[in-house]
């Protein structure tokens, strides 16, 4: 079963909009990902948080992870239509060989 | 540096029959990582390979096997296939601190 639960479950913003998703997990972790897939496709990964740190930021995205309340969230600024994707956050669960996915979000960004 | 690589793209079978499925990893990489990602599922892992051997399994029944070879690509057997199978395989490749994974574009399986 899916550790983590991410909400909205699906968002839709005008360009130009920042997006906000957020993640959920149950277990302790090491690190959490964000990944993004187009279509159905592969996942492209964008950004490592470690359990020590609080944010972390990488162009336009913006991470933060609150390790007391087990949630991760990933900000997208000025938005674009080229952001149009499913996001998923995925935690190690403690361990070192899986990664175990949230539900994922689903971002429309509207021309 | 070339990426994972996956073949086929698509893949249709039917109920019965048996999908093998490919994976090369990053150059040089010798770890293989194998998700499923079914509809209503979402994300699963299945299989890690490492150094030719099978390191970890998810909760997937024996008829989801696989193998890494000596260039350390990787295939991904599913026999006896169920309807519930179709879906889209991915394999990933763990990045140099082996936390991040690299995800390669998948493999669409259909079963009819």
């Known amino acids: 079963s899916q550790q983590g639960e991410e909400d909205p479950q699906a968002l839709s913003i005008q360009e130009g909009e920042n997006a906000t998703m957020n993640c959920s997990y149950k277990?302790?972790?090491?690190?959490l990902q964000w990944y993004r897939q187009n279509s159905g496709r592969g996942l492209v990964h964008l950004i490592l948080?470690?359990?020590?740190?609080r944010e972390k930021h990488s162009g336009r995205l913006r991470v933060t992870l609150d390790t007391s309340k087990k949630s991760s969230s990933l900000l997208i600024t000025a938005s674009r239509a080229a952001d149009t994707a499913s996001y998923f956050c995925a935690t190690d669960g403690g361990s070192s060989y899986k990664l175990i996915f949230g539900s994922g979000t689903r971002l429309l960004v509207r021309p | 540096e070339a990426g994972v690589t996956q073949s086929p793209t698509h893949l249709i079978k039917t109920r019965g029959q048996q999908a093998t499925l490919r994976c090369s990893p990053i150059?040089?990489?010798?770890?293989v990582y194998w998700y499923q990602q079914a509809l209503g599922l979402g994300l699963q892992f299945l299989l890690w390979y490492d150094e030719g051997e099978e390191r970890n399994r998810g909760n997937f029944p024996p008829r989801f096997s696989g193998r890494q070879f000596p260039n350390y690509s990787s295939e991904l057997n599913v026999n006896a296939l169920e309807l519930e199978d179709s879906a889209l395989y991915l394999c990933?490749?763990?990045?140099?601190?082996?936390?991040?994974?690299?995800f390669g574009p998948g493999t669409r399986l259909t079963v009819t």
């Open positions: 277990t302790s972790i090491n690190n």
């Open positions: 990933a490749s763990p990045g140099l601190s082996f936390s991040e994974q690299y």
């Open positions: 150059s040089g990489h010798t770890s």
């Open positions: 948080i470690r359990s020590n740190e």
